[in-house]
């Protein structure tokens, strides 16, 4: 069974930077999967901020593409999220999820959310 | 850049009754590429049906997608208590990659 767990700091000063992991457990991170960080704010929506494959490919939102890096470590089957100079419109439950391997393109497994409010 | 838009933005609904949820794009869309998803508070969202129509796997038959150009349905033909939630509509397009996300259906027990 795949599962998926975000960490990280639940609060982060506007104009800082903000660092989660996904820890991967049930999946080598190896394979054709890519791994996703998709964002919610409180009430809202479901917003795609990104995604790494295995072998630390990546593709980012253009709308956060300045702001945003992911990095992948299969040594520690976990990969991770930076967004930098960030305000208060980051505030949000952060998700990180698999893409299924597919080329179907939709999401398998999900963490169950962190959220992040930046606030001073 | 390809807009979902989701209607009704809420839907009030009873017991056993029969819902239908739209998602519609901006511009054409691949139905493989459109996936529906099940929300609720607290939880992370919940693979419902990809490719347009496929229910993932442990997804009840009440549960149909359904597309028509670019006009894509969510079917709930008998509504249980456990289905009452927020729905999301996802696509994917490839030039540059790049998901988006409808904004929601509130799927309420009347």
């Known amino acids: 069974q795949v599962q998926l767990q975000e960490s990280g700091p639940g609060l982060v000063k506007p104009s800082g930077t903000l660092s989660l992991t996904c820890a991967v457990s049930g999946d080598s991170m190896s394979g054709s999967h890519w791994w996703t960080w998709v964002r919610q704010p409180p009430g809202k929506g479901l917003e795609w901020i990104g995604e790494i494959s295995h072998s630390g490919t990546t593709n980012y939102n253009p709308s956060l593409w300045s702001r945003v890096t992911m990095s992948v470590d299969k040594s520690k089957n976990h990969f991770s999220l930076r967004l930098t100079s960030v305000t208060a419109a980051d505030t949000a439950v952060y998700f990180c999820?698999?893409?299924?391997?597919?080329?179907?393109?939709?999401?398998?497994?999900w963490g169950q959310g962190t959220l992040v409010t930046v606030s001073s | 850049e390809i807009v979902l838009t989701q209607s009704p933005g809420t839907l009030s609904l009873s017991p056993g009754e029969r819902a239908s949820l739209s998602c519609r794009a901006s511009q054409s869309v691949s139905a493989t590429y459109l996936a529906w998803y099940q929300q609720k508070p607290g939880q992370a969202p919940r693979l419902l049906i990809y490719s347009a129509s496929r229910r993932a796997t442990g997804i009840p038959d009440r549960f149909r997608g359904s597309a028509s150009g670019t006009d894509f349905t969510l079917t709930i033909s008998r509504l249980e208590p456990e289905d009452f939630a927020v729905y999301f509509c996802q696509q994917y397009g490839s030039s540059p990659p790049v998901y988006t996300f409808g904004q929601g259906t509130k799927l309420e027990m009347k």
């Open positions: 999820a698999r893409d299924s391997g597919t080329y179907l393109y939709y999401f398998d497994y």
